[in-house]
């Protein structure tokens, strides 16, 4: 089976229904595609691996499940072991090799997309004219968006060998094309409220 982005959207919305994890998914897919593209690679199979990255964490909240439980539930819906291997790959607790230039991306958009996100929600012109470096102190407050790990997020830009300025500007202007679906304001927003 070829695993085209209808497919996946398709999984992921079967098992998912809650508008913040669809919104992380969208995230990661634009932030991996953005990357694919820049990389030549194939941003169909790399946003579908993304999309599915935390398909099951809905039905398995729990690490002693999640993602783990949800392998053979794609693997029954036919996708390639190529897609299931970077899924798993994604769970730190699952210590597998992050092997593929594929593995590495998602691994550093995962909780970066959701970082980025998570600064566009509480500024007036969203994404709009947000800066690398205020991104990187606010990663320094832990209690903004407490739930994304800091480790992660420089562990990820380190596997990319990408500076972690270059990094974030790359995940603002991934997630700036689909700002409306992750419910966020744009400067145009605030101009008409003016
Ligand atoms: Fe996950
Ligand atoms: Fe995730």
Redesign the pocket.
Known sequence: MKPTRDRAWETLTRYTKSESLLRHALAVEASTGFYARKFGEDEELWGAVALL??FD?EIHPTLDE??QDGAPILREEGYPEEVIDAVLS??EHLNMPRDTQLKKTLFACDELSGFVHACGLVRPTGLDGLEPKSVKKKLKQPSFAAGVHRDEVYAGAKLLEFDLDEHIANVIAALQPIAKELGLRTAEDSQSAA
Request: negative net charge.
């Open positions: 990255h935390d964490y999640h993602p994604h769970a």
